[in-house]
């Protein structure tokens, strides 16, 4: 039998090892998220996670079921005044604008190409759609790959006049390193262009192609001069699938196959994918990022043309989704050049 004293100690021992090793887990977490504040979000963040990777929790997640979604346009990188990708696609027109004389009178592009972006846009949804076409089709899709790598070597923001992938949140880059050194999958889920979005996701956030979801436009096969050895996917002109509001659940579930167990994005158009996530078994986690610092940033919710956040904001109030306040919350917004 083994003496009383002897048992009182081994469960000394493991007690101040239990606390030892809450206490390495915190170092780390505030190591890894050094650009959060010290506020409640970052505190339900680690909880959440040490919770759901801790074999003796009840939130328990197995490392395969830890799917982690995230919208990009607003929630890994900034999107005013204008969506970055349709940044690109305006100066796709003006270089191709000489192969296209009838360009000079046909709207949106005559107003693109007399620098009248108000104008060129008033026709809302259809003349983004005519702009996008026209500049993201004719072809491969290796073409387009380079293309917009090399846009992004070049181009600056209009108003801070960094690279655009200078602008991506540096406290959301911390997350996601967190997330994966903790043995979750992260995924982007968004809106914007699936083929645009590849072309710099490994790079700026460590995501890899396959695990990049987005709307994406129809192409086709064929082969070059009808030899096998030199097949190509060209890029058509017409929109194959939009992956915004009901959208995302629908290419979760078809690309995925499984249910997230955390889901981050920014405005309106991400809420069907938090409600998809949150009303999963178990765990779930669902983040808002809301853009109240319009010194370091923008400002901008339910008046606002990009990234409106409405209707989603109110449901985060009334199922306790998680709100970044980015202002209080984050003591860094991007990179530091």
């Excluded at 009840?58 to 940044?87: H, K, S």
């Excluded at 262009?193 to 695990?211: S, T």
């Excluded at 194959?240 to 995925?256: C, L, M, S």
Aim: glycine share 8%.
């Amino acid at each position: 039998m083994r003496p009383k004293h002897a048992t009182a100690l081994l469960v000394l021992l493991a007690l101040l090892t239990g606390l030892s090793g809450c206490a390495n887990s915190r170092a780390a977490s505030r190591s890894m998220l050094a650009s959060w504040s010290e506020t409640p979000t970052r505190a339900a963040i680690t909880s959440f996670v040490e919770r759901a990777t801790d074999p003796g929790s009840a939130d328990y997640v197995p490392p395969a079921e830890r799917i982690a979604v995230f919208d990009n346009d607003g929630t890994l990188w900034a999107e005013q005044p204008i969506y970055f990708q349709l940044a690109f696609a305006i100066d796709r027109v003006k270089a191709l604008a000489p192969q296209h004389p009838e360009w000079q009178t046909t709207e949106p592009f005559a107003s693109i190409l007399k620098g009248d972006l108000k104008s060129a846009l008033a026709g809302g949804d259809k003349a983004i759609l005519q702009i996008v076409g026209a500049s993201h089709s004719g072809m491969t899709t290796d073409e387009f790959n380079q293309v917009v790598k090399e846009w992004m070597k070049t181009a600056r923001h209009p108003t801070l006049n960094r690279p655009y992938t200078d602008l991506v949140y540096q406290p959301m880059l911390e997350l996601l390193a967190y997330l994966r050194a903790n043995g979750f999958k992260t995924f982007i889920v968004s809106g914007g262009g699936v083929e645009f979005m590849r072309a710099f996701a490994e790079e700026v956030y460590g995501i890899p192609p396959e695990q990049v979801i987005g709307s994406r436009g129809k192409t086709t096969f064929s082969l070059v001069n009808n030899d096998p050895a030199r097949p190509v996917l060209a890029k058509l002109p017409d929109i194959d699938f939009i992956d915004d509001g009901p959208g995302k659940p629908v290419a979760i579930n078809a690309i995925i196959g499984r249910r997230p167990i955390l889901a981050a994005g920014n405005s309106d158009g991400d809420q069907q994918m938090l409600q998809w996530t949150a009303a999963g078994l178990g765990p779930r986690f669902c983040l808002l990022i809301h853009h109240t610092d319009a010194e370091r940033e923008w400002a901008y919710d339910r008046d606002s043309q990009i990234g409106r956040l409405d209707k989603a904001i109110d449901e985060a109030d009334m199922r306790h989704w998680i709100v970044i306040d980015m202002k209080r919350d984050w003591n860094q917004i991007f990179p530091k050049p």
